[in-house]
């Protein structure tokens, strides 16, 4: 079976650009979480969605910041304008109704100049 | 806010040593996971422990929970190259606001020298 997948793997883009990222989450799996990965701040939670509707946002860093689930099988992060301190690993995670074990993908690697 | 403490942050042991990463917080956790990351790919479950006391064994790893369910440890055994990741832990919100969320410690880079 596919693991979670994410598009793209890699974005480098100028400050200022609109950055879409996507999640297309594990068959099956109703909650969807969106990270965020640096060196100075570790893994920090964004948001997270159950059965497609967002559940806790707190995470969210600013308005530039907005995800969507409008399908239980697709997701989007997106962040307009980017800014430098932006550049990150962003990851989505799902988990299964029944489990606590999230299964993430491989990560969007932002690097935004 | 549930925060984790996990210590030590960086890790640099000859192949064949024992170590132990401490993960603490002063929040109780309904549970606790551990992952493992390589460079280029997301987090990879190890274990969950549940119960207060808890220890589990993956073959030279010991996972152990305190019994508060405020803390936690992993322990390897004559780490080999292999092991070499960064190690996470992650306690899941006990209820209410916190419910189905993950806090995540700043994790342990572990380097393994044959």
């Known amino acids: 079976d596919a693991g979670v997948i994410q598009s793209p793997r890699h974005e480098v883009t100028e400050m200022g650009q609109e950055v879409t990222l996507r999640c297309k989450p594990i068959s099956g799996h109703n909650s969807l979480f969106w990270y965020r990965q640096t060196m100075m701040r570790g893994l920090e939670l964004l948001i997270y969605f159950n059965n497609n509707v967002p559940i806790d946002d707190s995470g969210m860093p600013e308005d530039r910041f907005s995800a969507k689930m409008p399908n239980a099988s697709f997701s989007t992060l997106k962040i307009q304008p980017s800014e430098p301190r932006d550049s990150a690993v962003y990851f989505c995670?799902?988990?299964?109704?029944?489990?606590?074990?999230?299964?993430f993908g491989p990560g969007t690697r932002l690097l935004v100049l | 806010t549930q925060l984790l403490e996990q210590s030590p942050q960086f890790l640099s042991i000859q192949e064949g040593e024992n170590l132990t990463v401490y993960c603490n917080s002063s929040?109780?956790?309904?549970?606790l996971q551990w992952y493992r990351q390589e460079p280029g790919e997301g987090p990879v479950l190890l274990v969950t422990v549940v119960t207060g006391g808890e220890v589990k064994k993956l073959k030279r790893l010991t996972f152990q929970f305190g019994d508060a369910r405020k803390d936690s440890s992993l322990h390897i055994t004559a780490a080999q190259p292999g092991d070499t990741g960064l190690y996470l832990c992650?306690?899941?919100?006990?209820?209410?606001?916190?419910?189905?969320?993950?806090?995540f410690g700043q994790g342990t880079i572990l380097t393994v020298h044959p």
């Open positions: 992650a306690g899941a919100g006990a209820g209410g606001t916190s419910y189905g969320k993950l806090t």
């Open positions: 995670a799902s988990r299964e109704p029944t489990g606590e074990t999230q299964y």
């Open positions: 929040s109780v956790f309904s549970s």
